[in-house]
């Protein structure tokens, strides 16, 4: 590891302009991916610019009638506040799914927002990978990519986003608050346009709209009257504690047998946190039975190109959609 310098400013005015004027500074926060990547020379800044005592770490109803999230919140706490686990149960059980115990007392809800993929070559200093060094190339299309992207892939880049609380405030159309050198701004968290994260395209290191010194303080959750009729089922590898193969966040509005409305989002099958509006576009005013929750998965993969080792992926969506909207109708009707 190489030497580096450690701040605690006093303000968040004061973090944001020590990281804004100088290249290799960033925030520091619970540090459980930032100080892994470090060790492993991924990523080497200069100084690191603590900002854990300084985020907002309380979780307060807004007037709308939903909930706006500090930064600074633990992932243990927000998985175990009552707010959470009974309006938006989604997001409790993904937030619990992830990581283990202990990591989640440390994570915050910024950091686990702005996790770096989990691809075997970005970790992995003596492989090319253009993510971490621009122009060097992609092993992993002909190489390891059973775990990588089937949606939002280009030829530069097919890894996927690794953060499982990501999937959920997708689901759930979180906005997420920003304060910056160029002042405050609020960005949805899933596109299709302006949100937080970008496609990797030909530019797979910029990985969001951040720029130099902007800092999350908040994520909010607009008010959604089914949000309670909401599940997050993850499949991975082993059952304690791993990233998963494929996930699935998801709200029903079910009355009468038919779908009034749906809120679909799937994780660790692209780049960034995969709302699936294709499949919710098919899901509204449809019956919900398992012809329809397959004829809607069906819809969003219909933009999928997998890879030789990846394509398993498909099945492995529409069989967990297809379970999980079963599962939510039945709870909602
Ligand atoms: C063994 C292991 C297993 C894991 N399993 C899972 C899993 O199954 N699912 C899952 O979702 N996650 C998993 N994680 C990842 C874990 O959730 C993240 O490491 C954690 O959430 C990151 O939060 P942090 O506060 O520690 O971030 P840090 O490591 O401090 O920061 C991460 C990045 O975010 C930046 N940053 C932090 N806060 C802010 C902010 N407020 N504004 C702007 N930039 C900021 C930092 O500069 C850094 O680049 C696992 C981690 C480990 C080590
Ligand atoms: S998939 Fe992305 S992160 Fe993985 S090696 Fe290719 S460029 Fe790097």
Redesign the pocket.
């Known amino acids: 590891m190489r030497p580096f310098g450690y701040l605690t400013p006093p303000d968040l005015g004061g973090a944001i302009a020590a990281v804004t004027g100088r290249p290799g500074a960033?925030?520091?926060?619970?540090?459980?991916?930032?100080?892994?990547?470090m060790k492993l020379g991924v990523?080497a800044?200069d100084l690191l610019v603590d900002?854990?005592g300084l985020?907002p770490d309380r979780i307060e109803p807004t007037a709308a009638g939903g909930l706006r999230i500090g930064?600074?919140v633990?992932?243990s706490d927000l998985a175990a506040d009552p707010r959470v686990r009974a309006g938006f149960p989604v997001l409790a059980r993904?937030?619990l799914?992830?990581?283990?115990g202990q990591?989640?007392n440390?994570?915050?809800?910024?950091?686990?927002?702005?996790?770096?993929t989990r691809c075997l070559y970005f970790q992995d200093v003596t492989k090319p990978c253009n993510k971490r060094v621009p122009g060097s190339g992609c092993p992993a299309r002909a190489g390891d990519h059973r775990n990588l992207a089937i949606l939002g892939g280009s030829p530069h880049c097919v890894a996927t986003h690794?953060?499982?609380?990501?999937v959920a405030l997708a689901a759930l159309d979180a906005v997420v608050h920003?304060e910056g050198p160029a002042g405050p701004r609020a960005v949805p968290i899933a596109g299709p346009f302006g949100g937080l994260y970008r496609l990797p395209g030909d530019r797979p290191d910029r990985e969001t709209t951040?720029e130099r010194g902007?800092?999350?303080?908040a994520v909010e959750i607009p008010p959604l009257a089914y949000a309670g009729n909401s599940a997050y089922r993850?499949v991975?590898d082993r059952t304690s504690?791993?990233?998963?193969v494929v996930s699935v966040a998801a709200a029903t509005d079910v009355a009468g047998g038919v779908v009034r409305d749906a809120r679909l989002a799937i994780g660790a099958v692209a780049p960034v946190p995969w709302r699936a509006r294709a499949a919710e576009r098919v899901l509204a005013g449809r019956p919900a039975t398992s012809e329809w929750f397959g004829r809607a998965a069906d819809a969003e993969l219909a933009m999928a190109s997998p890879l030789p080792d990846n394509a398993f992926k498909l099945t492995l969506v529409r069989n967990v959609v297809v379970r999980m909207l079963g599962e939510l109708a039945g709870a909602g009707s």
């Open positions: 960033t925030f520091l926060a619970g540090g459980t991916n930032l100080v892994d990547l990523a800044p900002v854990t985020l930064a600074g633990r992932n993904a937030v799914t992830g990581a283990s990591l989640r440390m994570a915050t809800v910024g950091g686990n927002l702005l996790q770096r690794p953060s499982d609380m990501a920003i951040l902007d800092l999350i303080t993850k991975r504690y791993a990233f998963a």
